[in-house]
């Protein structure tokens, strides 16, 4: 049969077998040529590439095994000064740069929302819910954190002042007794701020919602409260303080309503010898903002710092240490915010109202319309701000 078609139809027969030739020879060129470009690839990386350091020097490993590669120094000890001195003095060593883990801190990026668009200045009382829903792995992972609340009102907010060991005192001098507050807000231990009503009553405001008290659900189902006092001039107050004996008024009122999300990253400190670390890696190189360390910097007296409170600074002075900070953090994740604002009578119940009760009080009220907003937690500092470092560290085990 074959022999058949090569006799009749001579004319296909050749137009087929040129096609495969074209199709096979192809395909082997290409082949060729895709190898050929996958070994100059390789070879001009490897060429190119170098670690930041060549040899890594660490004590001996624990009975847990050894020290895993992605980790640039062991959490369990290091070597001597004095046998850093005489790895200086090795022949052939360039750059021998210490490193030392001084424990884990736990800071706080600057992720702030303005909801003042969300204020009703007519109303008397208010509810704004700031929803959030975070995502990493390129989005393929979520997670619906529990919303945070703020609540405004135009009655009078009196902040937490001093406390002893049987009540708790407000900038009033109003005095509640511990157990009679703690009791009013389970799970808070009391102490929220308190509102006063039109008959002189005094009730106090719950800084959390709850649905769960279960550790593991704490992140979607316990909301923050923030309280805050719309003055007749139309600037805000915040009322979820403690004012360390003072009176309401030390607090600074503010033109526009800005709430920090909670949020915690913890970062790795490590301690360096900044002279070694720019010959090794160029670290002097990489600063965008301040100046780089030297070998001079050491633990000093700090000026009082606010940090994230509303008040301005009291009590003594810390100390400070100049560090380097990363100002992009690597982490795949992104915080989409959705702010709006509680619609029917449900802020007139917040004041006097326990945690769980307003857990569903909250989360089932209508809404109105929304405003969104996108946070970077890879880049959690606006521009020309720092995040706040904490005064402690968790030392490794």
């Not at 001039?233 to 709430?259: K, Q, Y």
């Amino acid at each position: 049969m074959v022999r058949s078609q090569l006799r009749n139809t001579p004319g296909r027969s050749l137009a087929m077998f040129a096609a495969v030739l074209m199709a096979t020879t192809g395909f082997t060129v290409l082949t060729g040529a895709a190898s050929t470009s996958r070994l100059v690839a390789s070879g001009s990386v490897d060429g190119q590439f170098r670690p930041s350091y060549d040899i890594l020097v660490h004590p001996a490993a624990p009975v847990t095994g050894l020290l895993h590669q992605d980790r640039p120094t062991a959490a369990y000890g290091g070597i001597a000064l004095e046998q850093w001195r005489q790895i200086e003095q090795v022949p052939g060593v360039e750059v021998a740069a210490p490193l030392a883990i001084l424990g884990i801190a736990d800071i706080q990026p600057d992720l702030r929302v303005d909801v003042t668009e969300q204020v009703d200045r007519a109303a008397e009382r208010q509810v704004i819910e700031i929803a959030r829903r975070i995502s990493g792995d390129r989005g393929l992972s979520t997670v619906t954190a529990a919303p945070a609340y703020i609540y405004v009102s135009r009655r009078p907010l009196v902040p937490l002042a001093d406390l002893n060991s049987q009540a708790f005192i407000y900038a009033d001098g109003t005095r509640v007794r511990q157990p009679t507050s703690a009791a009013e807000c389970p799970g808070t231990g009391g102490g929220g701020p308190l509102e006063v009503q039109p008959d002189g009553r005094r009730r106090q405001v719950c800084d959390i919602a709850a649905g769960s008290f279960d550790p593991d659900a704490r992140r979607t189902q316990v909301s923050t409260i923030e309280a805050y006092q719309l003055l007749p001039d139309g600037t805000f107050r915040r009322a979820s303080v403690f004012t360390s004996g003072r009176p309401a008024s030390v607090v600074p009122a503010t033109a526009r309503l800005e709430i920090q999300l909670p949020s915690v990253a913890p970062a790795v400190i490590a301690a360096i010898d900044p002279a070694a670390e720019a010959r090794l890696v160029g670290l002097d190189q990489a600063v965008r903002q301040g100046r780089y360390l030297t070998g001079v910097d050491a633990v000093a007296s700090a000026g009082r710092v606010a940090g994230t409170s509303a008040l301005p600074p009291s009590g003594p002075a810390g100390r400070t240490l100049p560090v380097l900070a990363a100002d992009t953090l690597a982490v795949d994740e992104r915080m989409d915010i959705s702010v709006s604002r509680l619609t029917g009578r449900v802020a007139d119940q917040v004041p006097g109202t326990a945690t769980q009760a307003l857990w569903p009080l909250l989360n089932a009220s209508a809404k109105g319309p929304s405003q969104a907003a996108r946070h970077d937690l890879a880049r959690p500092t606006a521009p020309g701000s720092m995040p706040q470092w904490p005064s402690a560290l968790h030392s490794p085990p």
